[in-house]
């Protein structure tokens, strides 16, 4: 396991404000750990076998090896295999994947108090398709997000969750990542909690960029008013829909 391992929540309800239920998240070497991982690797270790374990999850054999695959590939051996023999073989989890199993409750148990996720939304217009991508230009600059197939006015919504704040030295460039949505901006404000902190980034829309992020991050990057950031968000985490028309 890295020592680099920071750790990312949200939290949303039933209702329209987004508070209480938390998706925990811990991250090591691009790769993260969420509830559905924390899930699959309790279910090995109940069903004693990845491939129990897939078919009790509802999910192909494949997929569950391939996730697991990646997770080793950010958080060390996790799953010890035993192939063939009188018992048919199977998996047991290792002594890493229980410590990180631990870490994980524990994340989920601190941060389940956190008030609610912000989302930020932008009014748009689609100026290019690409499948079920396409740009979007919005008062804060030109948006690459999924966009519904049959509209062009619409609204981008921005999670606080989805945005990664960057010190302008260490951003990276647009074809160096798969966040390529970046925008330069300045801190309006910091709110610090106990392990979270929302930021408000001004990027020149009347809304400012809300950007959820750890107190960690906050004194790692100098994060307080006046400093210049970078926002930056994945496509894939973008989502449009159509803008509603007035009554």
């Known amino acids: 396991m890295t020592d680099d391992t920071?750790?990312?929540e949200d939290g949303r309800t039933e209702d329209d404000s987004p508070r209480a239920a938390f998706d925990?998240?811990?991250?090591?070497?691009?790769?993260s750990f969420g509830a559905q991982d924390a899930r699959l690797l309790r279910t090995i270790d109940d069903a004693g076998s990845l491939n129990a374990a897939a078919t009790a999850l509802g999910r192909s054999y494949a997929h569950a090896q391939r996730r697991v695959v990646e997770l080793e590939g950010g958080f060390g051996a996790l799953v010890e295999r035993e192939r063939g023999g009188a018992s048919g073989g199977g998996?047991?989890?290792?002594?890493?994947?229980?410590?990180?199993?631990?870490?994980?409750?524990?994340?989920?148990?601190?941060?389940?108090?956190l008030a609610e996720?912000?989302?930020?939304?932008?009014?748009?217009?689609?100026?290019?398709?690409?499948g079920e991508f396409g740009l979007v230009r919005t008062d804060a600059g030109v948006v690459r997000a999924l966009v519904p197939p049959d509209s062009d006015a619409v609204e981008v919504c921005l999670r606080s969750d989805v945005i990664t704040?960057?010190?302008?030295?260490?951003?990276?460039r647009g074809d160096e990542t798969s966040a390529r949505n970046q925008f330069v901006g300045e801190i309006r404000g910091v709110d610090r909690g106990e392990?979270?902190?929302r930021v408000a980034v001004d990027v020149g829309t009347g809304?400012?960029?809300?950007?959820?992020?750890t107190t960690t991050s906050v004194e790692r990057l100098g994060l307080e008013p006046g400093a210049e950031v970078v926002a930056s968000f994945k496509a894939t985490a973008t989502r449009a829909?159509?803008?509603?028309s007035p009554e």
Do not use: C, M, W, Y
């Open 117 to 130: 996720v912000d989302e930020t939304v932008l009014d748009g217009t689609v100026v290019e398709r690409d």
């Open 195 to 197: 392990k979270i902190a």
């Open 24 to 31: 925990a998240q811990l991250v090591a070497g691009g790769v």
């Open 6 to 8: 920071e750790t990312t």
């Open 91 to 113: 998996s047991t989890l290792t002594e890493n994947a229980r410590s990180l199993l631990q870490r994980f409750r524990r994340l989920a148990a601190e941060s389940s108090g």
């Open 207 to 213: 809304a400012p960029f809300l950007a959820l992020v």
């Open 165 to 172: 704040l960057h010190s302008p030295e260490s951003a990276p």
């Open 241 to 244: 829909v159509p803008r509603s």
